[in-house]
């Protein structure tokens, strides 16, 4: 993720939604993923195999971002109709005056947890002064290290923050660094833990930081404005996609595995554990899958606010919408 975001002026080969014809043809609609299909689009390519997409009047074009910084980009510039992205980015647009939406809540609770060897004298935050501790320097990585550390009593100062970029897995395996903080419980763990680097966990919830939402689905406020049917038919059928997904995880993951990309491909093992992980964190309990909680945008709100990732004030009211 990056906290930077410039509108994107050059021509894009996705294009937008366009309207269904009279003669009932599908409408299209294009989708970027906000990163290579992996276990936690299973509910996409399920929606899609499985006609659900169709039976809504939808032809869904699932594309691949370039870079992890495009989605949010290309949907505010109206080059794309929805992307997948964070709730804290969101809001981070939000106070760039970025005019972006989420629509729906899809993991519900952070995957980024702060990771460091199951040997280690780590064992709780404050555990972090003296210690080096890896990330892609990212602005809310930061935030979150010196959340977790002040409430449990420690120093921020007192801890090393050492930009590794996206090379987590590496910087752990060869003790480049002490802990980790940018990797996913469902990704960089259970690859540290295959590759023989076992790997204990905080949750940053259990410290301070507000329980925010990791990956929502985002629309620009032009669109959702002016084709509120469009993302009401594509939650309609994605829900689906969910529902059967939660059901049948193994017919799921195997969709998934069809659609792997070539220059990553993945593991079956790995994906099977993250898929067993991620369902619980996307269930909305007694709600539709994707509800958001406004409450939840207050408070993510008022975190980056105070931590000082956003500068600007935001109103996180106008950040999403239910549909």
């Not at 990732?309 to 919408?321: G, L, Y």
Request: hydrophobic share 40%; proline share 7%; glycine share 6%.
């Amino acid at each position: 993720m990056s906290s930077l975001f410039l509108l994107l002026l050059t021509a894009c080969d996705g294009g937008t939604s366009k309207s269904a014809s009279s003669d009932g043809k599908l409408q299209k609609v294009n989708i970027m993923l906000d990163w290579y299909p992996n276990a936690v689009h299973s509910f996409l390519y399920t929606a899609q195999e499985k006609g659900y997409f169709k039976k809504q009047g939808l032809d869904v074009n699932i594309q691949m971002p370039a870079d992890t910084n495009d989605p949010l980009k290309l949907v505010a510039a109206g080059k794309i109709d929805m992307a997948l992205s964070y709730q804290p980015e969101v809001l981070v647009a939000r106070g760039e005056n970025i005019p972006v939406r989420s629509f729906a809540a899809i993991v519900r609770h952070p995957l980024n947890h702060l990771m460091f060897p199951a040997d280690s004298s780590i064992h709780s935050p404050k555990d972090l002064a003296g210690k080096t501790v890896g990330y892609p320097s990212i602005p809310l990585d930061e935030a979150i290290i010196n959340t977790m550390v002040k409430t449990d009593g420690g120093d921020p100062q007192k801890v090393k923050m050492v930009d590794v970029g996206w090379d987590l897995i590496p910087a752990m395996a060869t003790k480049k660094t002490d802990a980790l903080i940018g990797g996913y419980i469902n990704h960089e763990k259970l690859l540290l833990d295959k590759e023989g680097h076992p790997m204990r966990t905080l949750n940053p919830t259990d410290y301070g930081v507000p329980d925010y939402y990791e990956l929502v689905m985002v629309g620009s406020e032009k669109g959702l404005k002016e084709k509120p049917d469009v993302y009401k038919k594509f939650m309609a059928a994605v829900r689906e996609g969910q529902k059967y997904v939660a059901a049948n995880p193994e017919e799921g993951l195997s969709i998934l595995m069809k659609h792997e990309d070539k220059s990553s491909p993945l593991d079956k093992d790995v994906e099977t554990k993250s898929l067993q992980i991620l369902l619980p964190l996307m269930d909305a309990k007694d709600k539709p899958f994707g509800y958001q909680d406004p409450e939840s945008w207050n408070k993510v709100a008022k975190w980056l606010k105070d931590s000082k990732v956003i500068n600007q004030n935001v109103n996180p009211q106008d950040a999403f919408i239910n549909l």
